[in-house]
């Protein structure tokens, strides 16, 4: 039996893990700027409504606070050797706790709005609509800095696999050509492109190409030249997840070489930034309740209507809780080590399985934001070492920390 890892540190945390801490950071100073001014302000000139929104941004305050702990630790803890898969899984324990607070926030505003129903209160209209106002430009300005730049970068500097994840390009050391094969949809249908690298001269002839999907459909593509270079005479149908197996000469004299493509979306629950998705969240649902807050003491100064401000709570804290759970539902997943991710989990069972072997056990878990750690148990009947299936799965840039056990039978 061999065992082996791929060496490499233990730096698990988002791409823009840095950048998200400084804008959460930069939020709680607005949110800390305006709290001081609402209290300051309602003890200088009286007002209660102004304290208790002072108050209310206090909360808010706190539970950024959280988030932005929570990237700080992450990031100077991140080498500790006592964090056996690093610190990425912090942000998504402070998502979870910043979901639980949510949730206790949607119950506290269900209650209050629920009890002004049946006893109504005096509203200060002057004051509370002009604070509402403020309240909510504050949340706008919040989400802005929160959301502003680039989160959709996902590269990972800690480690490259030899491939460039941005193209469908893949090279091939074969029978001493190099070769690059390419699945080519600029402005066509999508078909498999054979050519070499120095691009001199055509490949071989007599090659096809059969791609193996995860639910083990097959599909053979015969290849024609086209001057340079050989070409797919089918498309090849969505998606474009499986394994290529090019296959070279004849039946006397062949050549195989198999190539796993995926496809270049990336899962965005994989991706996303449990830590700062609470952090927006605890904005927007501030924002949204601002909104309907607003609507609610517009139509009850204006059309009498003052069963509408409760009613507005009652629908703020039912939006608040909806989010709420779904945070908690995801970030819940990824602290037990929920497969994150089904459909990476079909295509390295393919990738394993079409070389002739057998995946007898798999685990894949979520590390941090856009890393995955993996376990796998593969039974062959070739003499291959655990450097063969690190070579194999190298093509699956989220793959971050990969261990491989091999058995022979």
């Known amino acids: 039996m061999n065992q082996t890892y791929q060496a490499h540190d233990h730096v698990f945390l988002g791409a823009g893990h840095e950048k998200n801490e400084r804008r959460t950071w930069m939020v709680i100073i607005l949110c800390g700027i305006m709290m001081i001014a609402e209290i300051v302000g309602g003890i200088l000139f009286g007002s209660i409504a102004l304290i208790a929104d002072g108050l209310h941004m206090s909360t808010h305050a706190g539970a950024l606070?959280?988030?932005?702990?929570?990237?700080?630790?992450?990031?100077?803890?991140?080498?500790?050797?006592?964090?056996?898969?690093?610190?990425?899984?912090?942000?998504?324990?402070?998502?979870?706790?910043?979901?639980?607070?949510?949730?206790?926030?949607?119950?506290?505003?269900a209650y209050e709005a629920i009890s002004r129903l049946f006893s109504p209160v005096a509203i200060s209209f002057n004051e509370v609509i002009p604070i509402a106002f403020v309240g909510l430009a504050v949340n706008v300005a919040s989400a802005w800095l929160l959301s502003g730049g680039d989160h959709h970068h996902h590269g990972h500097g800690h480690h490259t696999h030899g491939h460039d994840h941005d193209s469908d390009s893949h090279h091939i050391n074969a029978a001493g050509w190099a070769l690059v094969l390419t699945i080519y949809e600029d402005g066509v249908p999508p078909r498999f492109r054979l050519s070499a690298e120095d691009r001199a001269s055509t490949p071989l002839a007599d090659t096809t190409i059969e791609t193996v999907r995860p639910g083990g459909a097959r599909q053979l593509f015969a290849m024609a030249e086209r001057g340079g270079y050989l070409e797919s005479i089918d498309e090849i149908p969505e998606p474009h997840a499986f394994m290529a197996r090019v296959r070279i000469g004849t039946e006397t004299d062949r050549q195989e070489y198999s190539v796993a493509f995926e496809e270049h979306q990336h899962d965005h629950a994989m991706q996303r930034d449990n830590n700062m998705r609470a952090a927006v969240i605890h904005?927007?649902?501030?924002?949204?309740?601002?909104?309907?807050?607003?609507?609610?003491?517009?139509?009850?100064?204006?059309?009498?209507?003052?069963?509408?401000?409760?009613?507005?709570?009652?629908?703020?804290?039912?939006?608040?809780?909806?989010?709420?759970?779904?945070?908690?539902?995801?970030?819940?997943?990824?602290?037990?080590?929920?497969?994150?991710?089904?459909?990476?989990?079909?295509?390295?069972?393919?990738?394993?399985?079409?070389?002739?072997?057998?995946?007898?056990?798999?685990?894949?878990?979520?590390?941090?934001?856009?890393?995955?750690?993996?376990?796998?148990?593969?039974?062959?009947?070739?003499?291959?070492?655990?450097?063969?299936?690190?070579?194999?799965?190298?093509?699956?840039?989220?793959?971050?920390?990969?261990?491989?056990?091999?058995?022979?039978?």
């Not at 500790?80 to 402070?94: E, H, I, Y």
């Not at 989990?345 to 393919?350: K, P, T």
């Open 65 to 109: 606070l959280l988030a932005a702990l929570a990237y700080t630790y992450a990031r100077k803890l991140a080498n500790d050797n006592r964090f056996t898969f690093g610190t990425g899984k912090l942000g998504d324990l402070a998502g979870f706790t910043s979901a639980i607070i949510l949730a206790m926030i949607a119950m506290l505003i």
């Open 283 to 409: 904005v927007i649902a501030d924002a949204a309740v601002s909104v309907l807050v607003i609507i609610g003491l517009l139509l009850a100064r204006f059309m009498g209507w003052l069963w509408m401000d409760p009613v507005a709570g009652i629908v703020g804290s039912l939006v608040i809780a909806s989010w709420s759970f779904g945070l908690i539902r995801d970030t819940g997943a990824i602290l037990l080590d929920m497969n994150p991710d089904r459909g990476m989990a079909d295509r390295l069972r393919a990738t394993v399985e079409a070389e002739g072997d057998r995946l007898t056990d798999l685990h894949l878990w979520r590390l941090g934001p856009g890393h995955l750690g993996a376990i796998l148990s593969v039974v062959t009947a070739k003499r291959r070492g655990p450097e063969f299936y690190h070579q194999l799965l190298g093509r699956f840039p989220a793959l971050s920390h990969v261990t491989v056990e091999v058995q022979q039978g």
